[in-house]
Nanobody, 118 residues
């Protein structure tokens, strides 16, 4: 059974920074990709950033230059460094991991609240 445990969410002022961490119960090499999604009230869940098994990254346009996703396979952890936060970043952030193939698998963390005050 795969379990993803998130930490690092909280309340910060605009312009501040947070670092989210997601620890997997299995090796991160298990997954073809891992990443972070967020969902604000009344909006669809959207991809924030992802990192593939080979190290390639994808970022939402709204966070490019401000957020950085990284992976530390030694401790089965994916991190999201968030800088220059603004009110548009307020959302519940979810860790995600996927396995591609004939039987695709999709795993999610419980979510962590990020609130940015103006």
């Amino acid at each position: 059974q795969v379990q993803l445990k998130e930490s690092g969410g909280g309340l910060v002022q605009a312009g501040g920074s947070l670092r989210l961490s997601c620890v997997a119960s299995v090796s991160t090499f298990t997954f073809n990709a891992m990443g972070w999604y967020r969902q604000a009230p009344g909006k669809q869940r959207e991809l924030v950033a992802s990192i593939g098994r080979g190290g390639g990254t994808v970022y939402a346009d709204s966070v490019k230059g401000r957020f950085t996703i990284s992976r530390d396979n030694a401790v089965d952890t994916v991190r999201l460094q968030m800088n220059s936060l603004n009110s548009e970043d307020t959302a519940v952030y979810y860790c995600n991991a996927v396995i591609f193939g004939s039987t695709p698998s999709d795993y999610w963390g419980q979510g962590t609240q990020v609130t940015v005050s103006s």
